[in-house]
Structures are given as structure tokens and as C-alpha cells.
């Protein structure tokens, strides 16, 4: 068992904090979409990396235990999860349906427009997992052999991109359709978008979380087809 | 009191839960060739417990909200650790940003619009 160094409690503490204090000014500004506390915790993160001169990568590694934690709070979704699939009845094979084609267009999308744009290999697989939570992107990474770390944040980064887009969008296109907005965020934006929802729509985002959960093995199923598009 | 009691025997449960999906994992990995992420089956199993016995999810509420109202928290780091890409991303920054808004927003809205399209006829 690894005993925390002290920079490890003060980093994760910097971290929570952080996130504490954007979610409060969130809540000052009524959760404008830019005002996503993860985010703004980001970026009051690396500017007090900046201020101390404390390198990213030490912050990385210090923070690490907060990939466990991360790991907890992914679980713990699950709570919420049997009620909603109990709601959903007849409604879930069209729910998996619009899953399956949002997973599957996701990918595909990611890869053709970074053939499109020539990006190199690692990117290219990296953007092939885009669309599924960090978790899952990083064991289909190592499963693969593309890379994980890039692909952790540019699932992360997908995440921010769509917890700011999406939800204003889909409410707008159908405000009371609870579903489609959990199903549309969950699947393009995963964690981000599902914890972006937990704070605005909670009904929503038990959906995204579901829509989160299932995007995973649908995209392992994909990948494969996918790989002569990619090296 | 019964509240920290609760929040505690959930973190504990809920760590259970990881655990046993860190370990289907592993299984699924070796003998499957899948590679499926422990914590997404934890939450599964966590998800059919909570079903089968709704009186446990009852149980498993307070330590539940807990960690997912610190979910946002712990996606912190993989975003600061973007910066170490910081010369590979500047090089295609455009085109990323463009692939990242274009493919994500187009995707939420292909699935939302599946829903809807499907659903008279299968509601």
C-alpha cells in the first residue's frame, strides 16, 4: 500500500477545492453552460500550477488518486440506474438503437474527418474512442496499442465540448424530452456531459449515465471495423 | 447518525462494487479478449443490486450523491494533464477543435434525432 506524500493530499485537496469553488461560481452565474465547473476548475488548477511553478506532469502523477475516486464516482451512478431502465420499459430498445447509431456515427466521424485533415495515426486512434468515457478509452487504448494519455484528454476535452453545447441545443430542439437529452449528452459527451446534467437535469443525466454506461461496449464492438481506417 | 452510518456502509458497498467489476474485468480481458473497464461493470452490478433490492439503493443514496456531486472534481486532472500534449496539439490545434466540436455536437444531435424518429412506432 502507497502512503500519500504530502504533495499528493495538498494537490487532490487544490483539485476538490477548485472544483468547489467553480461549481459555486456556477451557481452564481444560474450554471451558465461556458461557466462548466469543470472546466473553470482546470483552469484554476494550472493557473495556480503556473503561480507555484509546479510542473504538469508532478500535478498528473500527484493527482492520481483521484483516478480511484473517479472510479467510486463512476459506480456510484449505477445507483440511480435501475429505476430509470424500470421508467424506460419498451422504450429501451429505441433508446439502445439511437445509442448504437450515436456511437457508431461518433467514430466514425471522429476518424474520417481526421483522415480528412491528415492527422497522424496516434491522433487518429485516439479520436476513434472519443465518443466513450475515459475509463473505457484508455483499456481500448491498451487493448489496441494506441495511445492512452492522449486519448484520456481528448475524451475529457470531447466531454467539456459537448457539456457545453449539447444540453442548451437539445433542450431548445425538444425542452421537455428528458430522455433524448440524457441519451444525445451521454453519448457524445459521457462524464462531463452526465455530471454537467446532474447539476441542471437529474432525470437526464441517470439516462446519461445509462447512454455513458452502454457507449463503452458498443464501442469496443466497432473498433475493430474501424482499424483499417486508421493505420 | 443513521446518515454517517449509511454514507459509510455505501462506501463501502460501492467499493465492493469496483472491486468485483476491477476483478470481471480482468476475467473478461483473459477470456474474452474484451476490454471492458472495471468500474463501468462495477456500476452495472451496482445497478442490478439496486434493482433486485430496492431497499438497498435506499441504503447506498447518501454515499452515492456524495461521489457523484465530486464527479466533475476528479475529471480535473486528465484535463490539466492535455497540457503535456501542448506541442503535438498546437501543431494540429484547427483541425482538433474543429473535429472535437463538429463530430461531438453532430453526434448528440444523430442520436437524439434517432430517438425521436423511431419512437411513434416503437413507443
Redo the contacts between chains.
Keep these: 500500500m502507497t502512503i500519500p506524500t504530502l504533495s499528493t493530499i495538498a494537490l487532490s485537496l487544490l ?2 477545492l ?3 469553488g467553480a ?1 459555486g461560481a456556477a451557481r452564481l452565474v444560474r450554471q451558465h453552460p461556458l461557466a462548466n ?3 473553470l ?2 483552469l484554476i ?2 493557473a495556480v ?1 503556473t503561480v507555484m511553478n509546479i510542473e ?2 508532478t ?2 502523477i500527484a ?2 488518486p ?2 480511484g ?15 430509470r ?2 421508467t424506460l420499459g ?2 429501451l ?3 439502445a ?3 448504437i ?3 457508431a ?2 467514430m466514425v ?2 476518424v474520417l ?2 483522415r480528412l ?1 491528415s ?1 497522424p495515426p496516434p ?1 487518429l486512434e485516439a ?1 476513434s474512442v ?2 466513450v ?4 478509452a ?3 487504448m ?3 496499442g494506441g495511445p492512452p ?2 486519448a ?11 457539456a457545453l ?2 444540453p442548451p ?2 433542450i431548445r ?2 425542452p421537455h ?1 428528458d ?3 440524457g ?3 451521454g ?3 459521457h ?2 456531459g ?3 446534467l ?1 447539476r441542471t437535469r437529474r432525470e437526464a443525466a441517470v439516462v446519461a ?1 445509462l ?1 455513458m ?1 452502454m457507449a ?2 458498443v464501442a ?1 464492438l466497432f473498433l475493430p471495423m474501424l482499424r483499417p481506417f486508421i493505420g | 447518525m443513521q446518515r454517517a452510518i449509511d454514507l459509510m456502509t455505501g ?1 463501502v458497498v ?2 465492493m ?2 472491486l468485483a ?1 476491477d476483478l470481471l ?1 480482468h476475467l473478461a ?1 483473459r477470456f474474452v ?8 461493470l ?7 443490486m ?2 433486485l433490492f ?1 431497499s438497498i ?1 435506499a441504503r ?2 447518501p ?2 450523491a456524495l ?19 501542448a506541442a ?1 496539439i498546437a501543431a ?1 490545434g484547427p ?2 477543435a ?15 434525432a ?3 424518429i ?2 411513434p412506432r ?2
Excluded: N
Design positions: 483539485t476538490v477548485a472544483f468547489i461549481r465547473p469543470t472546466l476548475g482546470a488548477v494550472g500550477l504538469v506532469e500535478y498528473v493527482a492520481r483521484l483516478g475516486a473517479l472510479d467510486l464516482a463512476i459506480v456510484a451512478l449505477g445507483v440511480g440506474l435501475a429505476p431502465l424500470k419498451r422504450r430498445w429505441r433508446a438503437a439511437a445509442l447509431a450515436g456511437v456515427f461518433g466521424s471522429a474527418l481526421g485533415f492527422l491522433f479520436l472519443k465518443t468515457s475515459s475509463g473505457f484508455i483499456a481500448l491498451e487493448a489496441t494519455p492522449l484520456a484528454g481528448l475524451v475529457v476535452a470531447t466531454g467539456v465540448v459537448g453545447t449539447l441545443l437539445l430542439f425538444a424530452d430522455i433524448g437529452l441519451l444525445g449528452t453519448t457524445a459527451a462524464i462531463v452526465t455530471d454537467a446532474m449515465a447512454a454506461a463503452g461496449p469496443a | 462506501m460501492i467499493a462494487a469496483a467489476g474485468a480481458a479478449s474484451m476490454p471492458l473497464p472495471g468500474p463501468i462495477g456500476m452495472v452490478l451496482i445497478a442490478a439496486c434493482g430496492p439503493a447506498l443514496h454515499a452515492a461521489l457523484t456531486g465530486l464527479l466533475g472534481a476528479f475529471i480535473v486532472p486528465p484535463l490539466v494533464g492535455l497540457a503535456l500534449f503535438e494540429h483541425a482538433l474543429f473535429i472535437l466540436i463538429v463530430s461531438t455536437v453532430l453526434t448528440g444531435l444523430v442520436t437524439v434517432i430517438w425521436r423511431i419512437g416503437a413507443a
